[in-house]
């Protein structure tokens, strides 16, 4: 673990970044044996043993990444919808539906069984790859535009160049990180590697992740907006990594019984299938999905994938969504700015990558309101608990790596074959008043070296340090009293 404290070093760093679209992989660091989303070694490669608690079955899917929505003429709309949603043929209904952002995806969604998107996803255009196109001058990330013109990245080099250096030296087959600052929405970090494709870039725009529990922060929000609260109990049994039918009901077998607050931290899968099943509706569940961005597009200047969400009619299928079994990817981008709503108090903000021309800096803006900030504060106490005693209290707690007062959500599943196992984290810090947030995506094959819950702490870590707190302005005690 010691060479992440030498990662810090700027001088030694600062030449990283004139390589970071570079494809040649590092040699790996050695790694030891971990079930807690740390760094770990050569491991079988099952799904059973892959999994963790928040594991979902195969079953996500995707469209073809980078389509826009449909702006044809409502028949079309109709159309996708019906295509999306099962319908055997288009009707005003459907048209209406598809017509409200968001509501319906943009195009039919393919099971990630049969035709897992990560395996044919293609690299970024060197022309839109602003991050590869990058050059440092004076400390900081600049592009050339057509004409001669710089631009001055929101990109710090030593976080970038931290980060991909970590999943360099672990050979991630697919990895990404993203750092941004909530309040602004200034991104701080898009780091990737992929030894797998080493000729990849553009793993942190790609929704070719199944978003897995991470969706439970979508399902707990609207939990919360249907009157739920943190500390309602539900009782449940068996499901951590599948969930059937007669898992929705109550039963004699209910042995174990947790808040919604501790359903999250600890992503109890049936908890959440139970509770989609009696609070929530389909258009409930596909209105906060599209508050959070879903199903449309978000504004960058790199060209980002829509991350689609698939939100089933039937009622068992419906809650499997809840719980995070859905069809549902996401990008690590798109992951960063939902961990953003809640550390904004309920409001979206668009990230930025260009920093303002002129001397005015970019100071916080007001966003659009996503949740209330009622619900925003119980969601963010919710997800507390996954650090403080979920499914990343171990690695948060490591000695020497230890990151105070964050929240945030794990989430993983594995695909059988070929085998790959997903992990995410998302998340932010400080709790009170948040710096920076961040996404981290891993996929390993049978051969483990880091999880994202691992590397999100890191991300959360490097990101604090290069992000400081500010300074308290206080008046001097002479100065009391006078005006």
Request: aromatic content about 6%; hydrophobic content about 40%; proline content about 8%.
């Amino acid at each position: 673990m010691r060479f992440h404290r030498r990662l810090l070093s700027a001088a030694a760093l600062l030449p990283l970044v004139l390589v970071i679209g570079a494809t040649e992989p590092e040699q790996p660091a050695s790694a030891g044996v971990s079930e807690d989303g740390g760094v770990v070694a050569a491991a079988p490669g099952t799904e059973s043993q892959a999994a963790q608690a928040d594991a979902g079955t195969p079953g996500a899917a995707t469209a073809s990444q980078g389509a826009q929505p449909d702006s044809g003429t409502s028949g079309s709309a109709a159309v996708s919808a019906a295509a999306v949603l099962g319908g055997e043929s288009p009707d005003g209904g459907l048209a209406a539906l598809a017509a409200e952002p968001g509501m319906v995806p943009p195009v039919p969604v393919p099971s990630r069984e049969k035709a897992p998107p990560i395996a044919t996803v293609k690299p970024l255009p060197k022309s839109a790859d602003l991050m590869g196109r990058a050059t440092l001058e004076g400390g900081k990330l600049v592009v050339k535009e057509k004409g001669g013109k710089k631009k001055q990245l929101t990109i710090d080099p030593v976080l970038q160049a931290s980060l991909t250096q970590i999943l360099r030296n672990y050979e991630t087959p697919y990895g990404a990180a993203v750092v941004l600052e909530p309040a602004t929405g200034r991104v701080l970090a898009l780091a990737e590697h992929s030894a797998a494709r080493p000729e990849l870039r553009g793993l942190p725009v790609r929704a070719v992740f199944p978003a897995a529990s991470i969706f439970k922060v979508i399902t707990g929000g609207a939990l919360l907006e249907a009157g739920v609260t943190p500390d309602t109990e539900e009782c449940f049994h068996g499901g951590k990594r599948r969930i059937s039918e007669k898992h929705l009901q109550d039963s004699e077998r209910d042995s174990s019984c947790y808040s919604l607050a501790l359903a999250m931290g600890k992503s109890a899968n049936v908890i959440f299938a139970k509770l989609t099943n009696k609070h929530l509706t389909v258009d409930s569940l596909r209105r906060m999905a599209a508050r959070f961005r879903f199903n449309r597009e978000i504004e960058f200047p790199v060209p980002t994938d829509v991350s689609l969400a698939a939100i089933p009619e039937e009622t068992f299928s419906l809650a499997n969504t809840g719980a995070g079994f859905g069809d549902v990817y996401l990008s690590p981008l798109h992951g960063a700015l939902v961990a953003a709503v809640a550390a904004n108090e309920g409001r979206w903000v668009d990230p930025i990558l260009f920093e303002p021309e002129g001397p005015a800096p970019l100071l916080p803006v007001e966003g659009e309101p996503v949740l209330t900030p009622e619900v925003a504060k119980d969601l963010t106490a919710m997800l507390e608990e996954t650090v403080t005693s979920g499914t990343a209290r171990a690695v948060f707690r490591e000695r020497r790596f230890r990151v105070d007062d964050a929240v945030g959500k794990t989430g993983s599943l594995a695909d059988r074959e070929p085998f790959r196992d997903y992990s995410w984290f998302v998340g932010f810090a400080p709790k009170d008043n948040p710096r920076v947030a961040v996404a981290a995506i891993i996929v390993n094959d049978p051969k483990w070296r880091i999880r994202g819950t691992w590397l999100g702490r890191e991300a959360l870590r490097l990101g604090l340090e290069r992000v400081p707190a500010p300074v308290e302005m206080t008046a001097p005690a002479s100065a009391a009293g006078k005006h």
